[in-house]
């Protein structure tokens, strides 16, 4: 048996008056994700334990079989692990973000004005950070380069007690309310005041402002955590796999549960990511013996956050007509019994612009199992009419092994 997880980062919705008063998910064209639905398993699962904030986080960790209430130290520990960073115990890693913000105001009064500084390339955020970290950056305070907008700070020897906010959740609101809290929060706060003086006069920013393009012009940290021991997937299921995503979190994730990790060419985690290209990694993985794929693609969340009505409803389409069709179609040629989980890690309303932690729906199709025959859609309320809920969100995954049910 073949398993392949696919998970569209951010796809539940609030029904939007533009829509008619649907969700994205139930007004996008998505024969393929409803097909899935109507034949096999729909339900609701609940990702986002109680306690725990509804992130990306804590729900892809559930999705991927375990438990946050037990695991989850912080985000920035397993987006360390994707970038070769390894924690001490004494370290706390933290989220730098590059972002943008409103230029004229005192740093506590400006404005968040794209957290993701307008999707900047990885190669101008990499002259950015190195900057920072030459001005900033000591025995104690450890910079690294990720993706885009996506940093890594690490404080050796750091305390515990934060009080960060992710900048995403923020988009268009002034930032005095949000800076960092805690008994050691100034020096955090410092490092970010400083880098918008570093950063406003860099020449990659005033290449970008010549462009019309927003700047990079301060870091904004956020994200902090310890290293995680958690067991890996082959000992918790007996089956050796891979995970194929384009965000350092969710790689994260994988390494610490002993995945392979899978690198597309052309996969940015956005509306322009390389669909085709993820789903023949997909295949060819199962094809040289792997038995296990967790497949994520986070556009439909970056258009969200951007309140991309459109552009999120574009993303649900190309996930539906590049991913579940093509995945679907070469499973169904291959000659394996397979099984398909789709699902959305969490909610991410276009309505608010950040996560929401209210079950989402999931679907599970078997090769090897009798065809439901129903007019069921795979969408939110579709969802929540069939009565069937799993609580504990981690528990989807074995639900979705015990391929003998």
Known sequence: MKFIVIVGDGMA???????????????ANTPHFDRLAAEGELGLVQTIPDGLPPGSDTANLSVMGYDPLKYYTGRSPFEAASLGVDLEPDDVSFRCNLVTLSPDEPYREKTMIDYCSGEISTEEAAELITAVKNKLGSKIFDFHTGFRYRHLLVWHGAPDDWRLTPPHDISGQKIGNYLPAGNAASKLLEMMELSYTILIEHPVNLRRIEKGLNPANSIWIWGNGRKPLIPH????????GSVISAVDLIKGIGLFAGLNLIEVEGATGDIDTNYSGKVEAAFDALQSGQDFIYLHIEAPDECSHRFEMDNKIRAIELIDSQVVKVIWEKLAQSGFAYSILLVTDHATPLSLGTHTREPVP?????SNAQKNSSTRSFDEASAAETGLLIKEGYRLMDHFMDWTN
Not at 233 to 240: E, G, R, V
Not at 362 to 366: E, G, L, N, Q, S
């Open 233 to 240: 997937f082959s000992d918790k299921y007996n089956l050796q």
């Open 13 to 27: 919705d609030y029904p939007i008056e533009k829509f008619g008063y649907k969700t994205a998910l139930q007004f």
């Open 362 to 366: 999931y679907a599970i199709y078997r």
